[in-house]
């Protein structure tokens, strides 16, 4: 039993590396994706009056940020 059980994990870890090595050629170009919140945060961005941009614009920031991660990007 102990050598099957050592084969097991060996076999998890191959079957991980194949999904995750799948999955990086997949996944599309972060300048792809997005684009709609992207723009909206840019807007913000750029054109608010306030005087702490980021502060006025933080759900917009955080709608991006969201989104970015649901495709495996880390902003």
Known sequence: MDARTATIP?????????????T?????KPCCVCKEEKSKR???????????????CKSFIEQYRSCMSGFGYQV
């Open 24 to 28: 990086k050629e997949n996944k599309p």
């Open 42 to 56: 840019d807007e913000c961005m750029l054109f608010s009056n306030a005087k702490d941009p980021v502060a006025d």
């Open 10 to 22: 060996s076999a998890a870890a191959a079957a991980a590396a194949i999904s995750s090595t799948a």
